[in-house]
């Protein structure tokens, strides 16, 4: 029996002797964006000229005949307009994909000596746009989906704000809410929703999983009761009567994905606000999509 033996990912000293110098990261990031060869990302035109003084730089004379148009590898990327080296991006972006549960902008700040907790800061958020997965597939086989609500816990909130007394409930007040399809040992979909109701949740299992799913596991919240109707074949378990597994109906593989996120909010970020979920979803989403992936650096420059 052949022994297949999976690529571990690179690490931090691998990374520091691929990426030595600036030109370094640009020849890369060249190469990344533009494998067939450098083309214009105005038009399109792949007969662009190299500058004569300035590396990494190009001009197109197809889109602007008269001046032609000037660009370099960085137009267009998360990268352009910064006063951040490049080398500086890829090891924060190192930094990011390396950690399990995240790493916070102050560490980072702390990590790479920068004087500004803002600069982090940004540059995370900006990394966590491109984490945001554009050309998802949708979903087939053996698929679950479930919704998860962040925030703080009701038991802490003040009196008249507890809704539904000390036990809080489904959809609590205050709380932002997060729904997820995952393909069982594939890729995982999450995205922040406005509620929980049936036309929300309805909208959202269209969107990411397709109808010829084997299997559409969920559990039994009202939000899901027109699955059934509309021909999907959608099994549930009764959470509310302790049943958790039904044969092949469960939805155990997305509840482990909604503990990593919220370990990682909760133990690396500590607060994230409703305004800016989206962007940790993806980053979370991005590392899981990528768990098995070796070249998962590359994976996020290419998102770039």
């Known amino acids: 029996m052949k022994v297949i033996h999976k690529r571990k990912p690179m690490t931090l000293a691998e990374l520091e002797a691929k990426f030595p110098t600036e030109d370094a990261c640009k020849s890369y990031l060249q190469a990344a964006r533009w494998p067939q060869g450098v083309i214009c990302p105005r038009c399109g035109n792949k007969e662009v000229q190299e500058h004569g003084t300035k590396p990494y730089h190009w001009q197109c004379y197809k889109c602007a005949e008269e001046t032609s148009y000037r ?71 053996f698929v679950e989906v479930d919704e998860t609500f962040v925030g703080g816990k009701a038991k802490n909130k003040h009196g008249g704000n507890r809704p539904g007394g000390l036990g809080g409930g489904r959809g609590m007040k205050g709380k932002a809410v997060v729904a997820g399809a995952v393909q069982r040992k594939g890729n995982v979909i999450a995205r922040v929703i406005e509620n929980t109701s049936t036309e929300v949740l309805d909208r959202f299992v269209r969107e990411t999983v397709s109808h010829k799913v084997s299997l559409l596991s969920t559990d039994e919240a009202s939000g899901y009761r027109r699955l059934t109707k509309d021909g999907w074949p959608h099994r549930f378990v009764k959470h509310g009567r302790g049943e958790y597994v039904n044969g092949a109906v469960h939805t155990n593989t997305i509840e482990g994905f909604w503990s990593i996120v919220k370990r990682g909010i909760v133990g690396t970020f500590h607060k994230v606000s409703k ?16 768990r098995d992936n070796a070249d998962i650096f590359g994976a996020a420059i290419k998102g770039c």
């Open 71 to 141: 660009f370099s590898v960085l137009v267009g990327t998360i990268f352009e307009n910064t006063n951040v080296d490049l080398i500086v991006w890829f090891k924060v972006i190192y930094l990011m994909l390396t950690s399990k549960k995240g790493i916070s902008a102050l560490q980072v700040q702390r990590m790479m000596g920068f004087g500004s907790y803002h600069t982090a800061h940004k540059m995370c958020h900006k990394v966590r746009v491109a984490m945001g997965d554009k050309d998802f597939h949708k979903l087939v086989g």
């Open 275 to 290: 305004k800016y979920l989206q962007l940790y979803v993806n980053e979370f989403q991005f590392r899981y999509n990528n």
